[in-house]
């Protein structure tokens, strides 16, 4: 999305964290998303982080915002082969529009 | 069990053809959408509902006509698709303005 942004690729080691980066331009975003799609499937929630808030753990998944510099990211702990997917960024600023950034493709090598 | 269903999950059609894709959420949902995502993976809203009313009309072209006889349903008509229709069309479901929920996507091919 044009609000949204997210680079496009990553390529990790299995074992080692994966942090994907987000980075958004709307300042009245009150919640922003993490979305995981697997090849052929559709849109998985992984989680998501209120703008009040600084930091969200949900076991091996760490999201952090910085909201001074509308920056997100994600890391995934221990990436494991089932993490291969496409990853996308979403905002929404208290109305019912998402807007999704163009998503970034993990690889997770051997 | 599935939470928010789409059928078909495959639709491979001709040019100029009508066609309709249902979406059902068994979520107690009171909101429902449609997002198309391109061949780049690139997903756009394209409507939504709350309590059968429509909230989010995208610029899309009026061949997409949704439809929402009850909360639990979306359905979305297409007349006379063109090839450029060709994408994947994902429905969703939240509770009012919390997270939302995505089916499983209808991969829709015009030949």
């Known amino acids: 999305g044009e609000d949204v942004e997210q680079s496009l690729f990553l390529s990790v080691r299995e074992g080692d964290s994966s942090v994907i980066n987000c980075t958004y331009t709307?300042?009245?975003?009150?919640?922003l998303y993490w979305y995981k799609q697997e090849p052929g499937a559709g849109l998985q929630l992984l989680t998501y982080i209120f703008s009040n808030m600084d930091m969200k753990q949900d076991q091996r998944l760490t999201v952090l915002l910085n909201k001074k510099d509308k920056h997100l990211s994600l890391r995934i702990a221990d990436t494991q082969t089932g993490d291969s997917a496409i990853y996308f960024c979403?905002?929404?600023?208290?109305?019912?529009?998402?807007?999704f950034g163009a998503g970034t493709t993990v690889t997770v090598r051997a | 069990d599935t939470a928010v269903s789409q059928t078909p999950k495959y639709l491979v059609t001709q040019m100029g053809n009508d066609k309709s894709i249902k979406c059902e959420q068994n979520?107690?949902?009171?909101?429902m959408y449609w997002y198309k995502q391109d061949s780049k993976k690139f997903l756009k809203i394209m409507f939504s509902y709350n309590n059968k009313e429509l909230i989010i009309n995208e610029t899309v072209p009026n061949r997409f006509s949704p439809k929402s006889p009850d909360k639990a349903h979306l359905n979305l008509h297409i007349n006379s698709l063109e090839l450029g229709d060709s994408a994947v069309y994902f429905c969703?479901?939240?509770?009012?303005?919390?997270?939302?929920?995505f089916g499983d996507g209808t991969r829709l091919s015009i030949l």
């Open positions: 979520l107690g949902h009171d909101t």
């Open positions: 969703a479901s939240s509770q009012d303005l919390g997270a939302q929920h």
């Open positions: 979403a905002e929404t600023d208290n109305d019912y529009k998402l807007s």
């Open positions: 709307d300042s009245s975003s009150t919640y």
